[in-house]
T-cell receptor, first 113, second 113 residues
Framework: DTEVTQTPKHLVMGMTNKKSLKCEQH?????MYWYKQKAKKPPELMFVYSYEKLSINESVPSRFSPECPNSSLLNLHLHALQPEDSALYLCASSQQGYTYEQYFGPGTRLTVT | AQSVTQPDIHITVSEGASLELRCNYSYGATPYLFWYVQSPGQGLQLLLK??????LVQGIKGFEAEFKRSQSSFNLRKPSVHWSDAAEYFCAVGADGNEKLTFGTGTRLTIIP
């Protein structure tokens, strides 16, 4: 089973709202990733968790706050977002880091109004 | 640092015709190479990967790719495309000691009847 699930599928939020995106995998993978993807562009890496510890933060604004409660779950907490943050947010997981392929979830389509 | 170039932004192919999508990478050592496919509004699906060994790799959905070190290329091929192959295709490269995947800008594939 190579499935990564993400909820919700769609999210509309105002600039003063607080919301969270959730990601789950049951493949025993120890690395998990958040990407942001704008239309007609490749995914842009935001965060990497390796063995439940944040290993990479690609200088993402603090209005995005990742959390890895356990090895199967990854959250992205959103607060005071801007309209330009509207995008498809993708979660991915891999056995461990660079030497293994990443498996992606279907994404959450986020619209900030 | 590694980089990936996909020279073709958009390719149109007739259904049943053969397909080749180009990917060139830049990296000093042996790279880890991947092809992903993304349908509109969906996540990325791994088509195939190359780590080492046989330079011709087979993937899902009838796709194959050939690693050519001398040309720094990893082109994706399919002998006969189907209308369902219409999508965005991303080439990606990983590297030793680096948890990041670097994605190319993508090639959009259109299939005409």
């Amino acid at each position: 089973d190579t499935e990564v699930t993400q909820t919700p599928k769609h999210l509309v939020m105002g600039m003063t709202n607080k919301k969270s995106l959730k990601c789950e995998q049951h493949m025993g993978h120890r690395a998990m990733y958040w990407y942001k993807q704008k239309a007609k562009k490749p995914p842009e890496l935001m965060f990497v968790y390796s063995y439940e510890k944040l290993s990479i933060n690609e200088s993402v604004p603090s209005r995005f706050s990742p959390e890895c409660p356990n090895s199967s779950l990854l959250n992205l907490h959103l607060h005071a977002l801007q309209p330009e943050d509207s995008a498809l947010y993708l979660c991915a997981s891999s056995q461990q880091g660079y030497t293994y392929e990443q498996y992606f979830g279907p994404g959450t389509r986020l619209t900030v109004t | 640092a590694q980089s990936v170039t996909q020279p073709d932004i958009h390719i149109t192919v007739s259904e049943g015709a053969s397909l080749e999508l180009r990917c060139n990478y830049s990296y000093g050592a042996t790279p880890y190479l991947f092809w992903y496919v993304q349908s509109p509004g969906q996540g990325l699906q791994l088509l195939l990967k190359y780590f080492s060994g046989d330079t011709l790799v087979q993937g899902i959905k009838g796709f194959e790719a050939e690693f050519k070190r001398s040309q720094s290329s990893f082109n994706l091929r399919k002998p006969s495309v189907h209308w369902s192959d219409a999508a965005e295709y991303f080439c990606a490269v990983g590297a030793d000691g680096n948890e990041k995947l670097t994605f190319g800008t993508g090639t959009r594939l259109t299939i005409i009847p």
